[in-house]
């Protein structure tokens, strides 16, 4: 019998460490920053960290941008502390996976360095090299996703008098997958994080590493304020061939055993996700989709998220597994975004991480989503950093927009949300730093903080805490079935039942408080209160009154 993997009971934790923990007062989280806070994580109850990448990188894209896939980068600290915290990590418990960025590196890689030398460079074809049309503009209407410079995908080098290709920063060339020598380079690194230890990868941008044969123009119409530049998915992503890649990489890496996988799924939806997650493809474990935080403004309407939990369930049950998340480092912080930061900023941080660890799949939480992190209001665009953020900054202002006005708008849909540095105490830097942070701490951080939190009976963390726990003593959270009762547009009534036991989920999804009665199926039932983010006594009822944000778990019988 096919023994259970480890990831499908795992709770993964992603550490962006440059936000996480400084040691060194360089305003920059680091690895030594992890090793010291190893043992908070373990009382969170997380046993996989993903580590965005650490490796030595320019830093243009935070890491995103790779100069070398095989070192630390210094501002993380040395390959001795990786090792280091690897060792610790795992004799916690805790599993640790790289995120591997395989669709783009940094201009300064030295493949890059070398490609862009000669039109007859060995790694010449390490990357998508194009001569210009006639007139000399770009060999095609593709745009990139940062809107950085004109909004082309493509860049002119001097040099050697021809385009390359990138789907992001002009900093950030797209590797070329076709070539094979590359693919090598790139087995043989992947298999040397393996040998030392590394538990799996998350992988970047992973549906995009095939682009549309011939690279033709996209016939879409242009994205209005990005003419004549088309962004256009079907040339870049889940593209005919991409399976060839996924599967190679699976025969040559990704099949050790105890290998974990997680793809960043862009594009992926419950219906074309099957091929890359069914375990007799031999592809990936998991992916996470975007159908959920794709809403980045909004909160979460019922029937949507009923709708979209209902067909991932389906994709568990007929042999795939998903990501479950409502944060990361690319999008806002999930209790200002689907929750109430304000006055219930508590209970509903803990109902959305409800949601999170009672649904289909492996949960993954964002660092600072555990003590109810909130998005971030700077007084200037200065403060800021992610580089989409300034490309999307400049361009309203190009267009004519108030300066105040254009960081509002940009504000909203910041990458930096998310980036802000972990706020530990109530002390200077929030505890992040004795430097000056790297990004500015979130001016709440007084207000809301590890020690804080865990010096009240309300606290976040240990609200996680009994969901990480509960993941490991009830079947039903790992592998039940997932049913969904009724329309309610304020609250969620689901059950996960195998053949041990059935769990009943009830969560007010709103700022108000509302009456709901029990669906016909489920009236009568017992009910055994396992878990409830407001009050420690709630009964099973015909008819209950949930407060605003309430959430409960029962064990029904
Ligand atoms: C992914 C990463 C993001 C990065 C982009 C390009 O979406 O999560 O942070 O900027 O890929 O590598």
Redesign the pocket.
Known sequence: MNKRPWWKTAVVYEIYCKSFCDSDGDGIGDLRGVISKLETLRDLGINCIWF?PLYVSPQV??G??VADYRAIDPIFGSMEDFKELLDRAHSMGIRIIM?M?L??SSDLHPWFQESRKSRDNPYRDYYIWKAPREDGSEPNNWGN??EEGNGSAWTFDETTGEYYFH??SSK?PDLNWECKALREEIYEMLNEWLDLGVDGFRL??ITRLKKMPGLPDSTLPPVPGKEPFVIDKNMCCMVDGIHDYLQELNQRVFSRPDCMTVG?G?GLRSWNVMDYVHRDRKELDMVYHFELAHLMRHQIPNALYTDVQTRWAEVVRGGGWCVQYLS???IGRQVSTYGEDGTFRIPSAKLLATLIHTTPGTPFIFQGEEIGMTNVHYDSIEDHNC??TLARYDKLIGQGMEPKEALLATEKVS?DNARTPYQWNGGENAGFTAGKPWLKVNSRAGEINLEKDLASDDSIFRYYRKLCDMRKEHPAIVEGDLRFYGEDEQVLCYTRSCKEETLLILANKSSSSAEFSLPTELKGKKGVLLLSNLSPDVLLQENMHLSPWEAVVFSIQ
């Open positions: 965005t894209d935070n995103y941008d995120d960025v669709n783009h996703y940062f789907q992001y950030m970047d941008v960043e862009s990361n480092h690319d580089l989409a990458r």
